[in-house]
């Protein structure tokens, strides 16, 4: 299926600010996978020196805001998702004072720094799990610790049939307490009992520690996860696989989602507001709207919007994402912020789900749309996911899953290094070799070598983020159509500064479409941007002396209206030389 995108800026861009609104609102988010973004010292794997010698590259993308996946103190068992000190730096990455460099870095570039806080479990050497191990209080219950089921033959067994998100059983006997711990995702990593006060208080220190060193917010990692029912019971089977140890066998009514949850991030809401600046906090809940649409009330910035991800492939139509647009913004609280994730170091990459054509136009609609941004480090070059062997798997969900369904189930493939250039290891490391294998096609996709090309995936990207800034994007109001059944048109409207309209054809084939009923697409137009094999050229003039144009196969564009927009139109165009 084939994507084609025409994009037209109409009336005049007039500076504008973001007023009084909270800074995160609008802003176009990064993430960084640390292991993997730039390596300073030749070791394989990537570190804060690393992502400070490269922090120019968000600016000149025009990045608001990035956040950092875990960089604490970790055994690694889950590359940093298994905390053994919420309160330092792992010596991997650096310290403290590499720390405190890039934060101060980031803000001299007028950039946004989150830290990735994760609540929900621990490190199995963290020194609460070690003390309540031992019974010493008052850590005895900052764990949740149950007493096994006696079978009948004397047997113990796991308290219940609750199933660990990395397979098996989410229970754990530990011989020093005669008890069983839950852990919700590896062994390594037990939860954390937030029933307990001491806990909630802990966690909450654990945030002001990183505000006072001028953190910029928090992404909550696994937030759905945070309380289990406390009445310990079975969940019931799914009916989707008969394996006990597959994480599907079990609806998961107690272990997701419960209501206990969202008065903890009530709390940490209380804790931002110590803060004279405005911090963001957002939420990853892979969960349905109803829930999901929770966080806002419970005083969230915003919980994550993965329908892109979840509910979104190569074979969605026109339609689809329309109901997918629809859906968040008409579910959404009145007066809160949207956003758009598209990929994250989870799942796949994005060009790897949609194909480099039908990515540009993803990317352009989470650019476009009202809100937040989420673009995950690599995806701004059309990065894809790397082959990694069973050999070279890292992952533990992907080694647990065994020899013949690894590939099913690793992230390992869009964690690869960053690509910055044709040279040793993409430019990632001074070392061939690397933590995770660098992607064979680092020789074309390079960030050095897209910046030479006037119609690359960076060069399109760039350009889009840099509208995104745009008063009639940051304001307008949003229509969503479908025309044809296969073509998707995005309009952004101000009455002060203008709008703009993007017309997306997703299907295979060329599209005819009447825009008769916008009135202000009626003049001609000045083509500002078109790939390769669209026989377009930058700069030539579009007369639309009728309402229905041919949308060519493969074509992204962008057009303007000469009138008022030739300042607009030139400084898009020096973007690309």
Same mark, same amino acid.
């Given at each position: 299926?084939?994507?084609?995108?025409?994009?037209?800026?109409?009336?005049?861009?007039?500076?504008?600010?973001?007023?009084?609104?909270?800074? +995160?609102?609008?802003?176009?988010?990064?993430?960084?996978?640390?292991?993997?973004?730039?390596?300073?010292?030749?070791?394989?794997?990537?570190?804060?020196?690393?992502?400070?010698?490269?922090?120019?590259? =968000?600016?000149?993308?025009?990045?608001?805001?990035?956040?950092?996946?875990?960089?604490?103190?970790?055994?690694?068992?889950? !590359?940093?998702?298994?905390?053994?000190?919420?309160?330092?730096? @792992?010596?991997?990455?650096?310290?403290?004072?590499?720390?405190?460099?890039?934060?101060?870095?980031?803000?001299?570039?007028?950039?946004?720094?989150?830290?990735?806080?994760?609540?929900?479990?621990?490190?199995?050497?963290?020194? +609460?799990?070690?003390?309540? =191990?031992?019974?010493?209080?008052?850590?005895?219950?900052?764990?949740?610790?149950?007493?096994?089921?006696?079978?009948?033959?004397?047997?113990?067994?796991?308290?219940?049939?609750?199933?660990?998100?990395?397979?098996?059983?989410? +229970?754990? +006997?530990?011989?020093?307490?005669?008890?069983?711990?839950?852990?919700?995702?590896?062994?390594? $990593?037990?939860?954390?009992?937030?029933?307990?006060?001491?806990?909630?208080?802990?966690?909450?220190?654990?945030?002001?520690?990183?505000?006072?060193?001028?953190?910029?917010?928090? #992404?909550?990692?696994?937030?759905?996860?945070?309380?289990?029912?406390?009445?310990?019971?079975?969940?019931?089977?799914?009916?989707?696989?008969?394996?006990?140890?597959?994480?599907?066998?079990?609806?998961?009514? /107690?272990?997701?989602? $419960?209501?206990?949850?969202?008065?903890?991030?009530?709390?940490?809401?209380?804790?931002?507001?110590?803060?004279?600046?405005?911090?963001?906090?957002?939420?990853?809940?892979?969960?349905?709207?109803?829930?999901?649409?929770?966080?806002?009330?419970?005083?969230?910035?915003?919980?994550?919007?993965?329908?892109?991800?979840?509910?979104?492939?190569?074979?969605?139509?026109?339609?689809?994402?329309?109901? =997918?647009?629809?859906?968040?913004?008409?579910?959404?609280?009145?007066?809160?912020?949207?956003?758009?994730?598209?990929?994250?170091?989870?799942?796949? #990459?994005?060009?790897? #789900? /949609?194909?480099?054509?039908?990515?540009?136009?993803?990317? =352009?609609?989470?650019?476009?749309?009202?809100?937040?941004?989420?673009?995950?480090?690599?995806?701004?070059?059309?990065?894809?996911?790397?082959?990694?062997?069973?050999?070279?798997?890292?992952?533990?969900?992907?080694?647990?899953?065994?020899?013949?369904?690894?590939?099913?189930?690793?992230? @390992?493939?869009?964690?690869?290094?960053?690509?910055?250039?044709?040279?040793?290891?993409?430019? !990632?490391?001074?070392?061939?070799?690397?933590?995770?294998?660098?992607?064979?096609?680092?020789?074309?996709?390079?960030?050095?070598?897209?910046?030479?090309?006037?119609?690359?995936?960076?060069? /399109?990207?760039?350009?889009?983020?840099?509208?995104?800034?745009?008063?009639?994007?940051?304001?307008?109001?949003?229509?969503?159509?479908?025309?044809?059944?296969?073509?998707?048109?995005?309009? #952004?409207?101000?009455?002060?500064?203008?709008?703009?309209?993007?017309?997306?054809?997703?299907?295979?084939?060329?599209?005819?479409?009447?825009?008769?009923? /916008?009135?202000?697409?009626?003049?001609?137009?000045?083509?500002?941007?078109?790939?390769?094999?669209?026989?377009?050229?930058?700069?030539?003039?579009?007369?639309?002396?009728?309402?229905?144009?041919?949308?060519?196969?493969?074509?992204?564009?962008?057009?303007?209206?000469?009138?008022?927009?030739?300042?607009?139109?030139?400084?898009?165009?020096?973007?690309?030389?």
């Amino acid at each position: 299926m084939k994507t084609v995108i025409i994009f037209c800026v109409i009336s005049l861009y007039v500076a504008a600010g973001h007023g009084e609104r909270e800074w +995160w609102r609008t802003m176009s988010l990064y993430q960084i996978y640390p292991r993997s973004f730039k390596d300073s010292n030749g070791d394989g794997v990537g570190d804060l020196k690393g992502i400070k010698s490269k922090l120019n590259h =968000l600016p000149e993308s025009n990045i608001d805001a990035f956040w950092v996946s875990p960089i604490y103190p970790s055994p690694m068992v889950d !590359f940093g998702y298994d905390i053994s000190n919420f309160v330092d730096i @792992d010596p991997i990455f650096g310290t403290i004072q590499d720390f405190e460099d890039l934060l101060d870095t980031a803000h001299n570039m007028s950039l946004k720094m989150i830290m990735d806080l994760v609540p929900n479990h621990s490190s199995d050497k963290h020194e +609460w799990f070690q003390k309540s =191990l031992q019974n010493i209080e008052p850590y005895t219950d900052y764990y949740v610790w149950r007493n096994g089921t006696v079978l009948e033959n004397g047997t113990v067994v796991p308290p219940n049939n609750w199933v660990s998100v990395f397979a098996g059983s989410a +229970w754990t +006997w530990r011989m020093e307490r005669q008890a069983y711990y839950l852990h919700q995702f590896a062994p390594e $990593q037990p939860d954390l009992n937030f029933n307990n006060e001491n806990v909630v208080r802990e966690m909450q220190d654990v945030m002001r520690f990183w505000l006072n060193k001028g953190v910029d917010g928090f #992404r909550v990692d696994a937030i759905l996860h945070l309380c289990e029912d406390d009445r310990f019971l079975d969940e019931p089977l799914s009916g989707d696989t008969n394996n006990p140890n597959d994480y599907g066998y079990t609806v998961k009514t /107690f272990t997701k989602d $419960q209501p206990k949850t969202y008065e903890i991030v009530k709390g940490w809401s209380e804790v931002l507001k110590e803060y004279e600046d405005s911090k963001v906090m957002m939420m990853e809940a892979y969960t349905d709207i109803p829930m999901t649409m929770k966080y806002y009330e419970a005083g969230a910035s915003f919980p994550f919007n993965f329908g892109m991800i979840t509910d979104a492939n190569k074979s969605s139509t026109a339609e689809d994402f329309k109901k =997918l647009i629809d859906r968040w913004m008409s579910n959404m609280p009145t007066g809160a912020a949207a956003n758009w994730v598209v990929g994250n170091h989870d799942k796949p #990459r994005l060009v790897t #789900r /949609f194909g480099s054509k039908r990515a540009r136009a993803v990317t =352009l609609m989470t650019l476009l749309l009202p809100g937040v941004s989420v673009t995950y480090n690599g995806e701004e070059i059309g990065m894809e996911d790397t082959w990694v062997s069973w050999e070279d798997t890292k992952d533990p969900q992907g080694c647990n899953a065994g020899h013949n369904r690894f590939e099913q189930m690793s992230r @390992d493939p869009a964690r690869s290094p960053f690509q910055w250039d044709n040279t040793t290891s993409a430019g !990632f490391s001074a070392n061939p070799k690397t933590w995770l294998p660098i992607n064979d096609n680092y020789k074309t996709i390079n960030l050095a070598t897209e910046k030479e090309q006037i119609n690359s995936y960076y060069n /399109f990207y760039k350009a889009m983020s840099w509208l995104k800034k745009a008063p009639f994007v940051v304001n307008g109001n949003l229509t969503t159509t479908v025309l044809n059944n296969r073509v998707l048109l995005i309009s #952004r409207e101000t009455a002060e500064d203008g709008s703009v309209i993007a017309v997306l054809n997703l299907s295979n084939k060329a599209e005819y479409v009447n825009l008769s009923q /916008f009135d202000n697409v009626s003049c001609g137009l000045n083509l500002y941007y078109a790939t390769d094999g669209s026989n377009l050229v930058p700069g030539e003039s579009l007369e639309k002396p009728t309402t229905s144009w041919g949308i060519r196969k493969y074509v992204e564009m962008i057009s303007a209206i000469e009138l008022g927009l030739y300042d607009l139109v030139r400084d898009y165009y020096n973007i690309f030389g």
